[in-house]
């Protein structure tokens, strides 16, 4: 069973930090890439970081240089270090598990494809 789910998400203030973690199962961790979205109300979702199973990593150009993705093979989690945040990074946060080099993933990934958790809120105050 393919399984992913995400937490983390927290309110904090602009120039703030947060981890968000992408926590799968082994079926899923060995056999998927992971990506992680967002979202917010009335946009469609956003690919903003994935890391593939050789260690490829791609970025949404406006998260680069505030990011980074990584993963831990013992704990099959994937996390999101996220930095310099601002309000605009304001979101709902989604982790998928889909198949696809890590660019591919973040560029052209959409809901309804791939295995999607339930999502964790990151709110950014100004």
């Known amino acids: 069973q393919v399984q992913v789910e995400e937490s983390g998400g927290a309110s904090v203030h602009a120039g703030g930090s947060l981890r968000l973690s992408c926590t799968a199962n082994?079926?899923?961790?060995?056999?998927?890439?992971i990506g992680w979205f967002r979202q917010v109300p009335g946009k469609a979702r956003q690919g903003v970081a994935a890391?593939?199973?050789?260690?490829?990593?791609a970025y949404a150009d406006d998260v680069k240089g505030r990011f980074i993705i990584s993963r831990d093979n013992a704990s099959y989690t994937v996390y999101l270090q996220m930095n310099s945040l601002e309000p605009e990074d304001t979101a709902m946060y989604y982790c998928?598990?889909?198949?696809?080099?890590?660019?591919?993933?973040?560029?052209?990934?959409?809901?309804?494809?791939?295995?999607w958790g339930q999502g964790t809120q990151v709110t950014v105050f100004s």
């Open positions: 998928a598990a889909a198949r696809g080099d890590a660019s591919w993933i973040v560029h052209n990934l959409k809901a309804g494809f791939g295995y």
């Open positions: 082994e079926y899923t961790y060995s056999r998927y890439n």
């Open positions: 890391v593939d199973d050789e260690g490829g990593t």
